[in-house]
């Protein structure tokens, strides 16, 4: 189903007043400023709508989200949460941006991300929350896991499928509705819970080997350990496809409940 999306800004769409977004006067937004232009997509959640300006979002299983203050750039940041699931269930809080009018030659994607738990404490739960399609090819998705004995010791993980569906059901699908198993890429430690990280992912195909074959990289700016690049077989990343990136909370059951923040983000439809 299409989610109805709670946007405290909604009110102030059109003002073009900064002071009444939160902004002080004469401030520009992250996506305003003369070094944010240009890419194909930039999103801070700061003025009017963001809604208007992806295209598609889902809510399913109790998932909820909301534009709200704060932020790495404030006033304002997109928050999403899926809750405890049990059994088989799952539950998603998401929303992609889709290029249609584009072909799968790369993608530099930033962000801003927080990891939100109680008081603080290490995370508990597994969750999806970067989403990366080649519509022709396969899917990459991204998720944060807690470390095994419940320490801090949280990381960061990729699974690679065959089929563009496979990897959540942002795209109508999901892990349980591939046609086998996705391959499992652990690539670096999470941040710290309740603190922001800018996060810079890259994936390249590789013109030298097989066609659809390329690399993913998953870089966490000022992590001291140096992550792992993710693999990609041939035929995921097809040249012909249309590129798809998706923002989420989702957890597939048996799993706690995931919080995930984001702000400022950007999407380049090329590796570098």
């Given at each position: ?9 909604a009110?102030v769409?059109g ?26 997509y ?6 009017g ?7 598609f ?15 790495e ?38 962000f ?9 404490a290490?995370l ?32 960061i ?30 690539i ?35 992590q001291?350990?140096s992550?792992?690049?993710v ?6 990343l097809?040249?012909a ?8 909370a989702?957890?597939?059951g ?19």
């Amino acid at each position: 189903m299409r989610a109805s999306w709670v946007l405290l800004a909604a009110a102030v769409v059109g003002a073009g007043c900064a002071s009444v977004l939160g902004l002080p006067d004469g401030t520009l937004s992250f996506c305003s400023q003369s070094a944010n232009q240009g890419h194909a997509y930039c999103e801070d959640f700061d003025v009017g709508d963001p809604s208007t300006r992806w295209t598609f979002a889902e809510g399913t299983g109790g998932g909820a989200y909301a534009v709200a203050p704060g932020g790495e750039s404030p006033p304002n940041l997109l928050d999403m949460s899926a809750p405890a699931q049990s059994g088989k269930t799952s539950a998603l809080a998401g929303f992609d941006k889709e290029f249609d009018d584009s072909t799968f030659v790369g993608l530099h994607i930033e962000f801003d991300v927080r990891f939100v738990t109680p008081g603080g404490a290490p995370l508990t739960s597994t969750g999806g929350f970067l989403l990366i399609v080649d519509k022709s090819g396969g899917c990459i998705g991204i998720q944060a896991s807690p470390a095994p004995d419940g320490g801090p010791g949280a990381g960061i993980s990729a699974i690679v499928f065959q089929q563009p569906t496979s990897c959540s059901a942002l795209t109508g699908g999901g892990p349980g509705t591939a046609a086998g198993p996705g391959i499992i890429t652990q690539i670096t430690a999470a941040p710290s819970p309740n603190t922001w990280a800018h996060v810079v992912v890259v994936v390249a195909p590789d013109p030298k080997g097989l066609p659809g074959a390329g690399t993913l990289t998953f870089n966490i700016e000022g992590q001291p350990s140096s992550p792992t690049a993710v693999p990609l077989v041939g035929g995921t990343l097809i040249a012909a496809g249309i590129p798809l990136v998706g923002f989420a909370a989702e957890v597939n059951g048996p799993g706690g409940a995931f919080e995930v923040q984001y702000d400022n983000i950007t999407i380049d439809l090329q590796p570098d």
